[in-house]
Every structure is written in C-alpha cells, then in structure tokens.
C-alpha cells in the first residue's frame, strides 16, 4: 500500500514507545473523586447536582454551559462533598464537583455493561447526535471539542471523508496504539455511525507505519464488519502526522485556508478514541467518564510502564501513586507527549475526558540550553508543517508587531514544536510563538468585537 504524508515540514523524533506492549489495566476507584466543570473545549459545564446529593455512576451532574459545550456526569457511586474551585493541572482554578464514594457501585438506569459488540447502526441521525451529545462525548485527540457539534456541520457544508486519527505520532504515547488493539471492532462501529451521521461519506483510518500490528487489526475488522466506502490507510512515520491540517493533507491532498474550519475542503477528522466513545455511547448508552492514558517517560524502566482504564476525576496524585510514585531521577512531569504536552503545576489535579498521559522526564531530556543567536539557518522553517516562518515570528513578537504578526499567521501555528525542535541555536521559539499567536489571535477578537457592535449600534 501507498504510504501517504503531508506536504510540507515535520520532524522524526525518536518514538520511545516502551509502553506499547503494556495491555491496558482497569484501575480501581480511589475514596474521593474530582469532576472538573471544563474538560472540554468552550463554555464550562453547569452544575445540576448540590452538595450531599447521592449520584449513580453515569448520572448527569453538569449540563452544557453553551452551544460549544458538553454535558458531564458521575464518574462514580458516592456523595456529592462540595461544589467548588479546585486548581487544574495548570493551576488555573476551575469550578469541581467532590465526590465522595460508596462501597457500593450503582450505575444510572439504562446503561448497557455488556461487552456484546453491536453492530448495528441506528437508521435515525438525528437521534445518533442526542445520544452523542446527552451521553457527553467530546473529541479525545486533544482539541476536546463537543463531538455532537463537528459531527453536525453547518448547512450547505458537505462531509466528503471522514478521516479517523490513528496516527499517534507523539513519542512516547501508546493508549491509542492499545485500543486499536483492544477494542478494535469497537472503533470500527463507531466510524461508521460517524459516516452515517455525515451522510455516508467515504472513511479513511490513518495509521502510522510504525505500528503494524494495529494496521492490520483494523484491516481486518473492517474486511469482516464489511461497512461500505471504508478503508485503513498507512501513513508515513512523521511528526506532526496527526495533525488536523496534516492529515488532510495527506489523505485528501487539500490544504485548509488560514482561519478556515476542515469542512470547508469536506474533511471531518476524529480521533480513533472518540471514534470509541461514539460506539459505547450510541450503541451502549455509555456516558464519556473514561479513557485510555499512558504512564511511561525515559527515567521509568520497563516494568513501571502501563497503559490504564481510568475515570475522569481521578487525582493525578493517586495515578502516580498506584504506578508506584515518582522516579528518583524525575526532572518534569508532564500531561500528554513531549512535543505538544503541557508541564504538570499541580499533581493533586484531577484526571479530564481529554487526559492522554503522565509523562515523567529525567534532567537530561528536559535540560534547556543556553540560547544563542539565530545563524539564519532556516531549519525552523524547512522543518514548520504550517508553513509559517518561525524565526520572523519571533522577532515580531519582541518588537511587539501585532499587526505584522498577524500578516504573517501567527495565529495558525499548531503548537507542534517542531521549530523549537529543530533549531540549533536553541532559541525558544515554541514559547514566544505562543504568545505572539495570542496576541494576534486576540487582535481578530477585538476586531470582531468592535464589528459586531457597530453593526448592533445601527440597527
């Protein structure tokens, strides 16, 4: 088979997968369990339990806070402790239901437990996105973005392919490589009520060629569930691989315009996971209160890698704990793969819908250089897979150009790293980038602003 890539820039990055032989591990309940309010993308979810309320594991405990929003529930059997801010693993403070477990498990009426496959797909799509949306399934490849909204494009948009992310091509992560092993027809299921939903548009599963024996699990669930106009695709080993743009890219051989959404090329790209999460909740009427996360870094020998079953609301502290704690030679913890992951402030925070990993890295993998001035190389350029221009970037960032940084699309870098990661001067482009797309990206905000309220002002 042809392995397909995107066009422009990417790194290879040493993989470090040692947790990909490790079978995923259910782990078992702690005592008291800390349901975040905003672990997905847009408006924080709303609180419809108060404090001493007995909740059912699977039972609605926060309603959709906005358009762009989902609904959360109990990941857990207990007694509802408090209702209040909590500092998230940034240490940001975000509004957290307490909750205090029973001995006893007792799941919400209607959920279906069993692990008999369904495969058989609702005719009504309608009733597909209530169950997506009422059952809280947002997407799991990062962005966290309520799935019943991508799934339901604006009218006159046309879904073309749908493109299922099995690239995982951040070093270190394994949980999406496990459950396409795992839960293999699962996922295949939940990509064809996706298809359904868009319309019965053609299916493209991407999966990086450094993970065979997922390639050919999924080629052979979807040779034998026999869903029409679905296909397995190898993908070249390249980071950003599972980027959005990129997978497009490569698969569909289109480029999304800065400021424009997927659809508009007729792309919709979903994660391998929530793929999953569409099955358990169309199929099983199973809320999103677990994923798949990783504990794995370069200072962990073999045997202290795990991939493991949790719950949203799970202390990050008691994760680490049950592994068997922080490894002497730990230097940074970090929340996702060491490319686009975020440094954990705060341990005592709690596990989200979106969480991928506990990352730990030794001095060596974290030390920083000195920094040294740009030679004009140009590799930061070569190696951007957005085409931007990061050492440009930068510099209009200290000179504080808003209006030339955002000439320049500041504010479509993804974050990938891939400049930080290769420039020889050790430059921290990554960091200033950042910023400068915050200052760009809130200069358009304000534009819009200002439009909207003039056009408010003369009616």
Known sequence: ????????GGVHPNDNKRARECAIEVLPLPKTMYVSMAQHLGAPA???VAVGDFVKTGQVIAEPGGFISAFVHSPATGTVKSIAPRKDIAGNNVMHVEIALSEEEVWADGIDLSDTLVTTIPEDRNSILDKVK??????????TFPTHVKLNPAPGSVAECLILNGAECEPYLTSDYRIMLERTKEIV????????????????????????????????????LGYGNMMVQVLKKRYPQGGEKQLIDAVMKRQV??????????????????????????????????????????????????????RIGMPLSYIVEYAGGIPEQAAKMVSGGPMMGRAIANLDAATVKGSSSVLFLSEAATRRH??????????????????????????????????????????????????????????????????????????????????????????
């Open 1 to 8: 088979m042809n392995k397909l890539t995107f066009s422009i």
């Open 46 to 48: 709303k609180p419809i």
């Open 134 to 143: 009422a059952c809280g399934v947002v997407g799991l490849g990062g962005a």
């Open 189 to 224: 299921v939940g990509a064809a009520i996706m298809q359904k939903v868009l319309g019965g548009c053609r299916c493209v599963i991407g999966i990086e060629e450094n993970k065979p024996e997922a390639i050919e699990a999924m080629s052979k669930a979807v040779a034998e």
């Open 257 to 310: 315009k800065s400021g424009a959404l997927p659809i508009s090329v007729g792309a919709v790209v979903q994660n391998v996971a929530t793929a999953l999460a569409v099955y358990e909740a169309v199929q099983k009427n199973r809320p999103l209160i677990t994923n798949t996360l990783t504990i794995t870094g370069d200072c962990l020998p073999d045997n202290r890698q795990h991939n493991y079953l949790f």
């Open 370 to 459: 000195s920094e040294g001035n740009c030679i004009r190389c140009g590799r930061c350029v070569d190696a951007c897979p957005m085409g931007l221009e990061p050492f440009l970037l930068q510099r209009l960032y200290k000179a504080g150009d808003v209006e030339a940084l955002e000439k320049n699309a500041a504010q479509d870098c993804i974050e990938c790293g891939c400049c930080l990661y290769s420039c020889p001067a050790y430059i921290p482009l990554l960091d200033r980038i950042r910023q400068a797309k915050g200052m760009a990206l809130g200069a358009i905000k304000a534009r819009a602003a200002a439009a909207k309220a003039a056009a408010e002002a003369k009616k």
